[in-house]
């Protein structure tokens, strides 16, 4: 036995053993516990700052490449929809490369995909940037987390888990800060170059410090007919939803990637509840307290998204602020959850969780609302007190929404309970970004055409808006030709601004109308603490 140990503490020393928890452990000591932590936490933190830091660039990206929000909104939609289903593969990547394997093939996704938006010449090579961004970052959330679960002892993983989520909380809060800053600063293509030194630095600490893939570890079985039948459902139906009221609903190119969608999402159900290993295992739908969780977990996710993406485009469109102060409207919302989110929790401890999720909803429902009474005058303290209502009726609802389902579940079903919700919250995620962008589309189109309608020689508003305008434009010494043209030009130029307002406002008010109705579901949750 003593020649043994000293054998392996030599091949330690010199590198040979491979590097397993145990090891790495027996290396740092129990510092290596908090450091990996922070390995995990540094790539994370770092990807999920990128899915926030670009929606600020919308309207810089609209500008450069000439597109409207229904393809700029590609970026956000296509980051979500790849981190979505790319999650599913965590535990496979695990088994086959190991912790420190995965992390790191991650992380050089990442970097490549942020070089490739850096560079991107149009809109569709951009979108295919952030579509591998949003891959890594799917992947490299479920390394993150085992990893902490595995090297903390019981005890301590609470805590430990709690610390990892709080660097998550707070990426998506300062996104939209450092997005606006680097934009008024050096412009949008540099969002893309800030986060290479941290990345650089996660391959570094993921190279030391994350347990390599052990000999004796299973490569666990994946169903790459599942998955890729999840990935295709939701790439035409994301495809079908966005050029829809471009290319007309009934058109064969919609109804063929609709029906595509739809039958590509019924094969993989079928495939799921047939494989002997599958990647979501729906048996957990059969708790119908689970399935109201779901439910009203993809409407959080629709509703955090969706939100997250609006509102820096709405005051950035309408309200003319600029990219830094887009980003500041939601951070003191994001400082206000990180202190509320341990309160939340008290809170679920306590009372029942559905009337919990009810009073979230309605504080959400709340804060949108008071978005849709906003309008180009409105000051930036208010705009942000109405964000920072929505967002603690957020922090309510999510614990409430994990505990109610996970609670739900016996304890053989847990991990596959926890998976689920966290998908189908991501999937809303996604959903909600690109319904919501045509939404507003469609309506922004409407009232465009109503509001031209009402341009009449007879209209004594437009008149003298008119006369005004042809009066500045005199003054300022433009030919007598140019007066009536130009004060027309500037007369569509309101027309469409006001159309554009009306549409995000009619976007608050959908927001408002699907947290309502989602106090149905809300109302079938129970009180969510087990016995």
Known sequence: MGAAGSTHALKVRFGLATENTETLLARYGPAYRWIV???GMTAAMTMILSSTMVNVAVPAIMGTFGVGQSDAQWMSTAFLSAMTASQLLGAWAISVFGPRGGYIGAVGLFFCGSLLGAWAPNIDILILARTLQGVAAGIVQPIAMVTIFRV????????????YGMGIMLAPIMGPVVGGVTIDAAGWRFLFFIPLPIAGLAVLLGSLFMPARERDTVRLPFDWVGYGLIVGAIICSMTAIANGHRDGWFSNKILLLGSAGIGLGTAFVISQLRAAAPILNFAVFRSKQFAAAAALGFVFGAGNFASTYIIPVFVQTVQNFTPTAAGMVTAPAGLVVMA???IAGRLV???PARYLTMVGLLLFALGAALLYTTGVNTAFYVLAFYVVVGRIGQSIMLPAINV???SALPPDQLNNGSGTINFIRLMGGA?????????MEQRRELHALALTVTQTPENSLSRELLARVMELLSQGGMPDTLLRPG????????VEAQANALGFKDGFMAIVVVFICALVPAFMLGNGKKK
Do not use: E, K, M, W
């Open 37 to 39: 932590t922070l390995t």
């Open 152 to 163: 903390f002892p019981a005890q301590q993983r609470g805590l430990a888990l709690a610390i």
């Open 340 to 342: 509320f989110f341990p």
């Open 349 to 351: 401890d306590t009372f």
């Open 404 to 406: 109610s389902a996970l």
């Open 431 to 439: 959903f909600g970004v690109n319904l919501l962008v045509v939404f």
């Open 487 to 494: 004060s027309l030009h500037y007369l569509g130029r309101v």
